[in-house]
C-alpha cells in the first residue's frame, strides 16, 4: 500500500480564473467559496475569477484565496479518490501552503485558519511597504555559491536565502538594491537565470518584522488542535503535532527560511511514495521531481 503525502503551494501560484471549474462542479467547493466571503468581507470567488490579475496577486487577496482554492481543490479529491484522503498519512505546505496543511489536518477550522492568514497576509503587506524589498529566485548555481553571492550583495543592503526549494534552485530575500546586486552577480557566476518574484517583499527574512508579532497575536486569538496527521514544518523540515510548537514555529515562519528541499527529502526518508499536490499550480511537482525524479506527484488543480 502506497504511504501518502499531501502537499500545498504558497504564495505565488494564484491566477485569475482560478477555482472556476470547481466551483460549477463541486458544491462543496463552492460552499468553501462563500462561507470565505463571508469571513473576510469581500467577494473572493469574484476575484479569483475576475482579477484584475494585480490585486489578486496583492498580498492580502492572494493568501487567503490561494488558502480558499487549494481546500476547494480537496473537495474535489474527496469526491475523486475518497481513500486516498482517508489514507493520508502527512502533510506539508509551501510558507502559505503550510496553514492549509494544518487546516486539512484538523489543527485549525477552515474560518479560524482563514482569520489567521488574513492576518498575516495584512501583516507581510505592511511590513514589505515599510522597507522596499523583494525575493528573487536563482537557477543554475549551487546553494554555497548562492550564499557566497549574498555576502557580496549585503553591501548594498540585507539579503540571505529565504527558500530552499530544490537542487539548483534557491530563492533570496533583501532590500531591493541587495535583489538588484545579486541578480548581476548571479549572471556573473554563471546563473541559468534569476526572476525576481511577483511579491510584495523580502518574506521569510528579518525585514518582516513586526509582522511575526502580529501574526502570533492572531494565532492567540484562534485554538489550535492536535492534528490528526503530523504535519511537516517549513523552520526546521520536521513533523509536528503539538499545538504550542505548531504556533511557534508558524511565527518564527514569517523570519525564517522555507526548508523546503530538506522538507521533502524527509518525506521521501520517512517511507512516503506517493504524493498529492492540491491546489494551484504545479510548482510542487516540479520541485519534487528535481529533488526525486521517479516520486509519483499527482495534482489537484484549483
Known amino acids: 500500500m502506497a504511504k501518502i503525502a499531501f502537499l500545498f503551494p504558497g504564495q505565488g501560484a494564484q491566477y485569475v480564473g482560478m477555482g472556476k471549474a470547481l466551483c460549477e462542479s463541486e458544491p462543496a467547493a463552492r460552499a468553501l467559496f462563500d462561507q470565505a466571503s463571508e469571513v473576510l468581507g469581500y467577494d473572493l470567488l469574484g476575484l479569483c475569477l475576475a482579477g484584475p490579475e494585480e490585486r489578486l496577486s496583492a498580498t492580502v487577496i492572494s493568501q487567503p484565496a490561494i488558502f480558499t482554492a487549494s481546500l476547494a481543490a480537496l473537495e ?10 482517508a489514507e493520508c498519512q502527512a502533510a506539508a505546505g509551501l510558507s502559505l501552503g503550510e496553514y492549509t496543511a494544518l487546516t486539512f489536518a484538523g489543527a485549525l477550522s477552515f ?9 498575516r497576509g495584512e501583516a507581510m503587506q505592511a511590513a514589505s511597504e515599510a522597507t522596499p524589498s523583494g525575493m528573487v529566485s536563482i537557477l ?50 554563471g546563473a541559468m537565470k534569476t526572476v525576481r518574484l511577483a511579491v510584495a517583499g523580502a518574506f521569510h527574512t528579518d525585514l518582516m518584522r513586526p509582522a511575526d508579532q502580529r501574526l502570533r497575536e492572531a494565532l492567540d486569538q ?21 499545538p504550542a510548537e505548531i504556533r511557534d514555529l508558524l511565527v518564527r515562519q514569517v523570519l525564517e527560511p522555507v526548508q523546503w528541499e530538506p522538507t521533502v527529502r524527509n518525506l521521501l526518508a520517512a517511507g512516503f511514495d506517493r504524493f498529492y499536490e492540491i491546489g494551484p499550480g504545479r510548482v510542487l511537482a516540479g520541485l519534487l521531481k528535481r529533488i526525486q525524479r521517479k516520486a509519483d506527484c499527482r495534482n489537484v488543480a484549483a
Open 140 to 189: 543554475g548555481l549551487e546553494t554555497a555559491q548562492v550564499e557566497e553571492l549574498c555576502k557580496k550583495a549585503a553591501e548594498s543592503g540585507p539579503i540571505r536565502i529565504a527558500n530552499y526549494l530544490c537542487p539548483g534552485n534557491v530563492v533570496v530575500s533583501g532590500a531591493k538594491a541587495a535583489c538588484e546586486r545579486i541578480e548581476q552577480l548571479a549572471a556573473e557566476a
Open 222 to 242: 484562534v485554538e489550535v488542535h492536535r492534528p490528526r496527521i503530523p504535519v511537516w514544518s517549513n523552520v526546521d523540515a520536521q513533523s509536528h503535532t503539538d
Open 76 to 85: 474535489s479529491l474527496r469526491k475523486s479518490e475518497p481513500d486516498a484522503v
Open 111 to 119: 474560518a479560524d485558519g482563514l482569520r489567521v492568514v488574513q492576518r
